[in-house]
Nanobody, 126 residues
Framework: QVQVLESGGGSVQAGGSLRLSCVVSGYIIGDYCVAWFRQSPGRKREGVASIYTGDRMTHYADSVKGRFTVGAANAPDTIYLHMNSLKPEDTARYYC???????????????????WGQGTQLTVSP
């Protein structure tokens, strides 16, 4: 079984920056896809960024392109989400999700992901 654990959420002012971390552990075989999703009350869950550990290929939602950067580090397997120029509309609970194999190009289908973390809250004040 694979476990996914997010950390790094908090409260920031608009225009600020924050970094979220996602540690992937457990029975990992080969390269995999990790995506960051977010959800705020009354809104549908939205995929914001993904990365495939094999070639570090990344994809971003239009709403975060140019502001968010997703990266990966080894030992331990950690996926980061660097968030800059934060806006109040970025306020949400952010989830890390995992599935084995390559990421679907530009797609953020949450049903593709087999393992999810509990999420970490980001609040951006005006």
């Amino acid at each position: 079984q694979v476990q996914v654990l997010e950390s790094g959420g908090g409260s920031v002012q608009a225009g600020g920056s924050l970094r979220l971390s996602c540690v992937v552990s457990g029975y990992i075989i080969g390269d995999y896809c990790v995506a960051w999703f977010r959800q705020s009350p009354g809104r549908k869950r939205e995929g914001v960024a993904s990365i495939y550990t094999g070639d570090r290929m990344t994809h971003y939602a239009d709403s975060v392109k140019g502001r968010f950067t997703v990266g990966a580090a080894n030992a331990p397997d950690t996926i980061y989400l660097h968030m800059n120029s934060l806006k109040p509309e970025d306020t949400a609970r952010y989830y890390c999700a995992y599935h084995a194999g390559i990421c679907s190009s530009g797609q953020f289908e949450d049903t593709d992901f087999s393992n999810w973390g509990q999420g970490t809250q980001l609040t951006v004040s005006p």
